[in-house]
């Protein structure tokens, strides 16, 4: 052993953090010495055996960690001594450390750990390479080990000895070296700023040895790993500059770009391409590094693609360098889609076996292959699980594509979707080797590098998803996501792919992650989908490409869903395909794809796995909940309860037996329910009845052995699952009401049993429940819901099920304080009461309802406080309810209360209640009885007047009802509030109020409501309109947003506003009439101008009712506005008189959705127009009257010219 100071030992490996899979490598003997480099395992076995001649006798085993401190002690009495005895002794004192147990983790502190590191540090001067490159494997070993972070002061330290080292040692330390300065740098990047300019500069450090051209690939490697590390972020703390990030990013970038050296094997290539997946993974993370440049992405995701693919048994794609955005696949002409595609799933299994034999002869067409795939998938879930194939039939036909497959796993694939579980990837678990022993342990251990690398660049793709917009993500749509093939043409690499090839289940669950994160959020750019009629064009349209890449996916995720046999791969796969179902059009595409969707989906209902039951059912909740109510969906839902689910598997559900159905609590008033329900089929439907006995029935045996959620001794299904199912009664309530109220009262006694329950998450989803069967049955009732009669729940039917609810459920819960989100969840359902329910509900029953929600209003919950609100403002437009005065009262006084809270969700509610309690006051001086406007309180009306001036100023969430209410409540002043004192001001003060809100550049929404509430304020005739200070304001702030506003919409209601005035007095003097006058003619002549495409739909309505406008005017007007008319008249006559032409004849062509009036009503305004300015008096022979008189004559001679046959048909008819 006279040679060991001289040798060095290597340490290698470190924890996944760190750097997974570190392996060792051979190493060339060190300068100088005589033996080969001794490995830790062998002196290890030197020092056991006590064979060290000048060394001690060995110590008893010491205790926990009383090892490192003794041996601390030990190095912190040394001093530096460059004598051959104190290298020898500090050789071994390191080894000591290194080969010091820490496995049982904690028991060290991180602070005592890094002054060792200093101390070993200063003890080893940088000429001696061996024990440099010792106290580099002691630095690498004890942070990876312990896991600690250095502190910032001994990290200074260590990263100058670090950096020197490299500097000064020989080449053959700078492994040991990189591996130290990587696990220093590990969560310290921030702290390293003033080394950057040495590590990554111009010719710094990292550079260098990770160049390409380097001679030692591990040394590269590790260089690369030093990177990542130093782009690896610490939440709270600063990040890399932007000139270092993107020098970091180019390096990783270059290195995934560039195949391997002819000296670098297959391992060290596979973790140097982990490496730097992993620090662009954590630029884009943590360092939230921007991806702006179209070139910088696009080399990105070419070599993410690639990358993806990497060491895939049977593929090796060649990918450009860049891969730029395109709304169109690569190859045009693409084939119309057959309709005979999408009725294959009813083709007879004698046509599934001659395609078999027929396989092996013709092309793979697009036609053949979407029939095999839809015959294997139904065969396979025919059965239920995946079973092996019988040895008889060796040759089934292929599922998917043309590409060959790894030896592994080819059996499967060649059998396509067909139920195989004989091949070795079936059989193996989701470990991480993912392989069988008998690939061979060096083909194994490559096999699992290799699916490392494809895991980290579907990773790093993953994190790319979320860094950069949707809209620029799918302009490269057609790279990731597959498409349907061409005629004769292999079927294109996508992420599909893997899901369908790949030999390890975590991959396979890696790419749907990633297949799921495009999908997410898709439903704008998929909407453009189109393919309900055949295409027979020379050109592709975007709209059918889109629509087949839809299909494909279906079609691949089926196949898929069919043949896969792990557990958390099954799950993703179940996600994928509800993100695809939520997000794709439905409407616009060919039937079949949802059905085959809920055949296939049937079968894992009952799966052993509750994570795939609670998949599955999220799956059926997407099914229901995409633009429903889908046709297709309404039949799947009317099938039969046996409709594939009578499989005896225990992975199917037994639904299709009587008896189970015996065990739900149907309660006395079931039979009554079934009596009274509108008519409808007899057979019940299956998913209703699925998700009911989820919710409230005993759990299966079959099921609960896997089921790790459910709690110990529960006799019901685990929460997620009966969540689940609650949440899918709910989507059904919702888009499909005409099923779920066969139902009702069964539903009924779900909501109750859900809310005798401990555990608040099936409270709230049960009360969401209630909530969505009571809006269903308030748009039942709607006078245009377009339901008969017949149809609807009958009302004492209604009226006995929120009796029900009212008797124990929601009392409850309103009084549940404990849980404010239940309580608020409560109160929404109570504001979903059918109101003629409500009116026929018990006295009690009412006040109950009126006593908990405005006792709730003092809730210091501002979920509970917005929430009544709410309901309040929902209960005051009951017609049963908004003539009583002292109800409105107590509700006005709680709304007002509400509009003073700190929460802008409380006040925001508030408002709105408040707008709905003023309509109620405008409604309520229509009827006969004037007893409510005399008995409504003087005083309350001035303090919502106030209220509602200061809500004007909030945000504009509270501002856009606050205006509302303001107009309503300026409409509803008697002569007797507005003659006192008092309200003289606050009347001013919400004019002004009004015309600010006009004026500014708030929300559209809020301008529009203003502009409504000032036509309403001009309806009532005891305000002083056309005398008081405030009325050329008003006229002035609606003239200037009818001639300049961006949204026509608020141009449109200013329009209306001013043509509200009945008297030529209320429009003010000759000046202001004439400013109305013209800026009308401005608003119409500039009625086309706009640069925004979404307003040319209303330029139509606009002109309408500008023109009522002008002709309203022009049936005021007085002698003295005569001469200002015909002055515009002459200027812009004829285009004024084109568009009241439009305006006469748009009624009866149809193309105006905005006209308020009938043709014949319109023409008749005009005629009152003529009529009232030949009345005026004049003096004889006046020549603005006469001009006016010419103008308006000239426009109905035409008009009467143009339509006379159709308007002389429609007077008669009239007559």
């Given at each position: 052993l006279s040679s060991l100071p001289q040798s060095g030992f290597s340490i290698y490996g470190a924890f996944p953090e760190r750097e997974r899979g570190a392996r060792p490598r051979p190493r060339p003997r060190c300068p100088g010495s005589t033996s080969p480099r001794l490995s830790l395992g062998n002196m290890a076995a030197v020092q056991v055996a006590g064979s060290l001649p000048c060394g001690p006798p060995r110590e008893p085993p010491p205790a926990r960690h009383h090892g490192f401190r003794r041996l601390s002690a030990r190095l912190r009495a040394l001093r530096p001594d460059d004598s051959s005895s104190s290298r020898t002794e500090i050789h071994l004192l390191f080894d000591q450390l290194i080969s010091e147990n820490y496995s049982e983790g904690g028991g060290v502190a991180p602070e005592d750990v890094s002054a060792l590191l200093v101390q070993a540090c200063q003890l080893v001067p940088l000429n001696q390479n061996h024990l440099v490159s010792k106290v580099c494997q002691l630095i690498h070993h004890l942070l990876n080990r312990l896991q600690v972070v250095v502190d910032e002061q001994n990290l200074d330290f260590l990263l100058a000895y670090t950096i020197s080292a490299i500097q000064q040692c020989s080449s053959w330390t700078h492994m040991e070296i990189l591996q130290a300065l990587a696990a220093l740098v590990y969560c310290n990047g921030s702290k390293c700023q003033k080394y950057l300019p040495d590590l990554l500069g111009k010719s710094g450090l990292l550079m260098k040895l990770s160049d390409l051209a380097h001679s030692d690939p591990e040394v590269r490697r590790v260089a690369v790993h030093c990177m990542a590390n130093l782009c690896l972020s610490v939440p709270g703390q600063p990040y890399l500059e932007e000139s270092y990030q993107n020098i970091c990013f180019q390096a990783f970038l270059t290195i995934l770009q560039s195949p391997k050296s002819s000296d670098m094997d297959d391992i060290t290539f596979c973790m140097l391409l982990q490496n730097a997946l992993k620090g662009i993974q954590s630029l884009l993370n943590g360092g939230k590094m921007k991806l702006t440049q179209t070139d910088q992405l696009g080399?990105?995701?070419?070599?993410?693609?690639?990358?993806?693919?990497?060491?895939?048994?049977?593929?090796?794609?060649?990918?450009?360098?860049?891969?730029?955005?395109?709304?169109?696949?690569?190859?045009?002409?693409?084939?119309?889609?057959?309709?005979?595609?999408?009725?294959?799933?009813?083709?007879?299994?004698?046509?599934?076996?001659?395609?078999?034999?027929?396989?092996?002869?013709?092309?793979?067409?697009?036609?053949?292959?979407?029939?095999?795939?839809?015959?294997?998938?139904?065969?396979?879930?025919a059965r239920g699980r995946v079973r092996v194939c019988e040895e008889s039939r060796p040759s089934c036909s292929r599922g998917i594509g043309s590409l060959p497959v790894d030896p592994s796993r080819a059996v499967a694939r060649e059998q396509g979707s067909l139920p195989s579980a004989s091949s070795s990837w079936k059989r193996v678990s989701s470990s991480e080797s993912d392989y069988s022993d008998a690939e061979g342990g060096m083909q194994s251990k490559m096999r699992s590098y290799q699916a490392k690398v494809r895991q980290g660049a579907l990773a790093c793709f993953l994190s790319t998803i979320k860094s950069i917009e949707k809209k620029v993500l799918y302009?490269?749509?057609?790279?990731?996501?597959?498409?349907?093939?061409?005629?004769?043409?292999?079927?294109?690499?996508?992420?599909?792919?893997?899901?369908?090839?790949?030999?390890?289940?975590?991959?396979?669950?890696?790419?749907?992650?990633?297949?799921?994160?495009?999908?997410?959020?898709?439903?704008?750019?998929?909407?453009?989908?189109?393919?309900?009629?055949?295409?027979?064009?020379?050109?592709?349209?975007?709209?059918?490409?889109?629509?087949?890449?839809?299909?494909?996916?279906?079609?691949?995720?089926?196949?898929?869903?069919?043949?896969?046999?792990?557990?958390?791969?099954?799950?993703?796969?179940?996600?994928?395909?509800?993100?695809?179902?939520?997000?794709?059009?439905?409407?616009?595409?060919?039937?079949?794809?949802?059905?085959?969707?809920?055949?296939?989906?049937?079968?894992?209902?009952?799966?052993?796995?509750?994570?795939?039951?609670?998949?599955?059912?999220?799956?059926?909740?997407?099914?229901?909940?995409?633009?429903?109510?889908?046709?297709?969906?309404?039949?799947?839902?009317?099938?039969?309860?046996?409709?594939?689910?009578?499989?005896?598997?225990?992975?199917?559900?037994?639904?299709?037996?009587?008896?189970?159905?015996?065990?739900?609590?149907?309660?006395?008033?079931?039979?009554?329910?079934?009596?009274?329900?509108?008519?409808?089929?007899?057979?019940?439907?299956?998913?209703?009845?699925?998700?009911?006995?989820?919710?409230?029935?005993?759990?299966?045996?079959?099921?609960?052995?896997?089921?790790?959620?459910?709690?110990?001794?529960?006799?019901?299904?685990?929460?997620?699952?009966?969540?689940?199912?609650?949440?899918?009664?709910?989507?059904?309530?919702?888009?499909?009401?005409?099923?779920?109220?066969?139902?009702?009262?069964?539903?009924?006694?779900?909501?109750?049993?859900?809310?005798?329950?401990?555990?608040?998450?099936?409270?709230?989803?049960?009360?969401?429940?209630?909530?969505?069967?009571?809006?269903?049955?308030?748009?039942?009732?709607?006078?245009?819901?377009?339901?008969?009669?017949?149809?609807?729940?009958?009302?004492?039917?209604?009226?006995?099920?929120?009796?029900?609810?009212?008797?124990?459920?929601?009392?409850?819960?309103?009084?549940?304080?404990?849980?404010?989100?239940?309580?608020?969840?409560?109160?929404?359902?109570?504001?979903?009461?059918?109101?003629?329910?409500?009116?026929?509900?018990?006295?009690?029953?009412?006040?109950?309802?009126?006593?908990m929600l405005l006792g709730l209003n003092d809730s210091k919950n501002h979920?509970?406080?917005?929430?009544?609100?709410?309901?309040?403002?929902?209960?005051?437009?009951?017609?049963?309810?908004?003539?009583?005065?002292?109800?409105?009262?107590?509700?006005?006084?709680?709304?007002?209360?509400?509009?003073?809270?700190?929460?802008?969700?409380?006040?925001?509610?508030?408002?709105?209640?408040?707008?709905?309690?003023?309509?109620?006051?405008?409604?309520?001086?229509?009827?006969?009885?004037?007893?409510?406007?005399?008995?409504?309180?003087?005083?309350?009306?001035?303090?919502?007047?106030?209220?509602?001036?200061?809500?004007?100023?909030?945000?504009?969430?509270?501002?856009?009802?606050?205006?509302?209410?303001?107009?309503?409540?300026?409409?509803?002043?008697?002569?007797?509030?507005?003659?006192?004192?008092?309200?003289?001001?606050?009347?001013?003060?919400?004019?002004?109020?009004?015309?600010?809100?006009?004026?500014?550049?708030?929300?559209?929404?809020?301008?529009?409501?203003?502009?409504?509430?000032?036509?309403?304020?001009?309806?009532?005739?005891?305000?002083?309109?056309?005398?008081?200070?405030?009325?050329?304001?008003?006229?002035?702030?609606?003239?200037?947003?009818?001639?300049?506003?961006?949204?026509?919409?608020?141009?449109?209601?200013?329009?209306?506003?001013?043509?509200?005035?009945?008297?030529?007095?209320?429009?003010?003097?000759?000046?202001?009439?004439?400013?109305?006058?013209?800026?009308?003619?401005?608003?119409?002549?500039?009625?086309?101008?706009?640069?925004?495409?979404?307003?040319?739909?209303?330029?139509?309505?606009?002109?309408?009712?500008?023109?009522?406008?002008?002709?309203?005017?022009?049936?005021?007007?007085?002698?003295?506005?005569?001469?200002c008319i015909r002055d515009t008249l002459e200027l812009s006559g004829d285009m004024v008189q084109s568009y009241i032409l439009q305006f006469l004849k748009s009624g009866a062509e149809g193309d105006d959705a905005g006209a308020a009036h009938s043709p014949q009503e319109r023409e008749q305004s005009v005629r009152v127009a003529l009529k009232h300015i030949h009345s005026v008096q004049t003096l004889a022979g006046d020549p603005a009257k006469r001009a006016i008189e010419g103008f308006l004559e000239e426009i109905l001679t035409v008009y009467c010219d143009s339509s006379g046959s159709q308007v002389a048909l429609l007077r008669s008819s009239n007559q």
């Open positions: 080399a990105l995701l070419a070599v993410l693609k690639k990358a993806m693919f990497h060491g895939l048994p049977g593929l090796n794609i060649e990918m450009p360098m860049v891969l730029y955005p395109t709304p169109l696949p690569q190859y045009d002409g693409r084939t119309p889609v057959k309709p005979q595609m999408e009725s294959s799933a009813a083709r007879p299994t004698e046509s599934k076996k001659k395609k078999h034999k027929v396989k092996a002869k013709k092309a793979q067409q697009e036609e053949d292959k979407e029939e095999e795939s839809s015959s294997e998938v139904e065969a396979a879930t302009g490269y749509w057609s790279a990731f996501v597959p498409d349907t093939p061409e005629l004769g043409s292999p079927q294109s690499v996508s992420l599909m792919t893997l899901t369908l090839k790949d030999p390890s289940p975590k991959t396979r669950a890696c790419a749907l992650q990633v297949l799921s994160a495009i999908l997410e959020g898709s439903k704008q750019f998929l909407s453009v989908a189109e393919d309900t009629n055949d295409h027979k064009r020379a050109f592709t349209p975007f709209s059918v490409t889109i629509a087949s890449s839809i299909r494909e996916l279906h079609r691949c995720l089926l196949l898929a869903l069919v043949a896969e046999s792990s557990s958390q791969t099954l799950t993703q796969i179940i996600k994928c395909l509800a993100n695809l179902v939520s997000n794709a059009p439905y409407n616009r595409l060919k039937l079949s794809l949802l059905t085959k969707v809920w055949d296939h989906i049937k079968p894992y209902i009952r799966h052993k796995d509750v994570n795939v039951r609670v998949s599955s059912l999220t799956l059926l909740g997407a099914v229901v909940s995409t633009h429903a109510p889908l046709p297709e969906v309404q039949l799947l839902l009317r099938q039969p309860c046996s409709s594939g689910l009578g499989n005896s598997d225990s992975a199917t559900p037994h639904l299709s037996t009587p008896d189970l159905w015996k065990k739900v609590p149907a309660g006395p008033s079931l039979e009554e329910a079934s009596l009274g329900s509108p008519k409808g089929s007899s057979e019940p439907c299956w998913l209703i009845r699925l998700c009911i006995s989820t919710v409230v029935l005993p759990r299966e045996d079959s099921c609960s052995g896997s089921d790790a959620g459910s709690a110990t001794g529960s006799t019901y299904e685990p929460s997620p699952m009966r969540l689940e199912a609650l949440q899918v009664l709910a989507h059904l309530a919702r888009g499909y009401f005409s099923v779920a109220q066969l139902y009702l009262m069964e539903l009924g006694e779900v909501i109750c049993t859900c809310m005798g329950e401990v555990n608040p998450s099936i409270q709230l989803h049960g009360m969401k429940l209630l909530e969505e069967l009571g809006t269903g049955l308030i748009q039942q009732y709607k006078p245009d819901s377009g339901t008969a009669p017949d149809q609807r729940i009958p009302i004492h039917l209604v009226v006995m099920f929120w009796t029900v609810m009212l008797n124990g459920p929601l009392p409850r819960a309103l009084q549940s304080s404990e849980h404010p989100t239940l309580q608020a969840s409560a109160c929404d359902a109570l504001s979903s009461i059918l109101p003629e329910a409500f009116s026929s509900l018990t006295n009690d029953k009412q006040m109950l309802c009126i006593t979920l509970v406080k917005a929430a009544t609100s709410r309901a309040l403002g929902v209960y005051v437009l009951f017609p049963c309810l908004r003539q009583d005065v002292i109800f409105v009262a107590d509700t006005a006084n709680a709304i007002l209360m509400s509009l003073q809270d700190n929460s802008l969700n409380v006040r925001a509610k508030a408002a709105w209640s408040l707008g709905n309690l003023t309509d109620t006051l405008i409604v309520n001086m229509d009827t006969p009885d004037p007893s409510f406007q005399e008995e409504f309180s003087g005083l309350l009306l001035l303090k919502m007047l106030q209220s509602a001036i200061a809500a004007s100023k909030d945000k504009d969430k509270v501002k856009s009802n606050a205006v509302r209410a303001l107009g309503n409540l300026l409409h509803f002043l008697q002569p007797c509030h507005i003659g006192k004192p008092r309200f003289a001001e606050i009347i001013e003060e919400s004019i002004q109020a009004l015309i600010s809100t006009v004026l500014n550049e708030a929300a559209m929404k809020v301008r529009w409501n203003a502009c409504y509430a000032m036509g309403n304020v001009f309806k009532n005739p005891a305000l002083p309109l056309g005398t008081a200070p405030w009325t050329s304001q008003a006229y002035k702030a609606l003239t200037s947003v009818v001639t300049s506003c961006k949204n026509f919409k608020v141009r449109i209601r200013s329009a209306a506003a001013l043509s509200v005035p009945g008297e030529r007095a209320r429009y003010g003097a000759l000046e202001q009439y004439s400013q109305i006058w013209n800026s009308l003619v401005t608003a119409l002549q500039k009625s086309e101008d706009t640069t925004d495409f979404l307003e040319f739909k209303y330029c139509a309505s606009l002109r309408t009712h500008i023109c009522q406008a002008l002709t309203h005017l022009l049936s005021l007007a007085t002698a003295s506005d005569l001469p």
